[in-house]
Nanobody, 123 residues
Framework: QVQLVESGGGLVQSGGSLRLSCAASGRTFRSNTMGWFRQAPGKEREFVAGITWSGSSTSYADSVKGRFTISRDNAKNAVYLQMNSLRPEDTADYYC????????????????WGQGTQVTVSS
């Protein structure tokens, strides 16, 4: 059983930055990957970035490479998403999730999800 809580979303102008946080609690030792997903109204949920708890291997969607950086703090059981050079198309609800698999990009592989945090980028 794992609980996840996201924070850090908000309204930002195009070109600005935001830092999202996800705090994990519960039985996290089988959670080999923490991932970030996003979903805009009327669209499918899409993979944004992922990181492993051991080794800090990362994976990014092509649309965010060079702009977003995922990181983690094992001692705090937390994962972060630094988002720079934000664009209006980044507007979505952002979710953190965890899985026993190593860096999957399919949402169906993730067992536990947070409640989401909204990110709005104005033009």
């Amino acid at each position: 059983q794992v609980q996840l809580v996201e924070s850090g979303g908000g309204l930002v102008q195009s070109g600005g930055s935001l830092r999202l946080s996800c705090a994990a609690s519960g039985r996290t030792f089988r959670s080999n990957t923490m991932g970030w997903f996003r979903q805009a109204p009327g669209k499918e949920r899409e993979f944004v970035a992922g990181i492993t708890w051991s080794g800090s291997s990362t994976s990014y969607a092509d649309s965010v490479k060079g702009r977003f950086t995922i990181s983690r703090d094992n001692a705090k059981n937390a994962v972060y998403l630094q988002m720079n050079s934000l664009r209006p198309e980044d507007t979505a609800d952002y979710y953190c999730a965890t899985t026993a698999f190593l860096l999957p990009t399919s949402a169906s592989r993730y067992a536990y999800w947070g409640q989401g945090t909204q990110v709005t980028v104005s033009s």
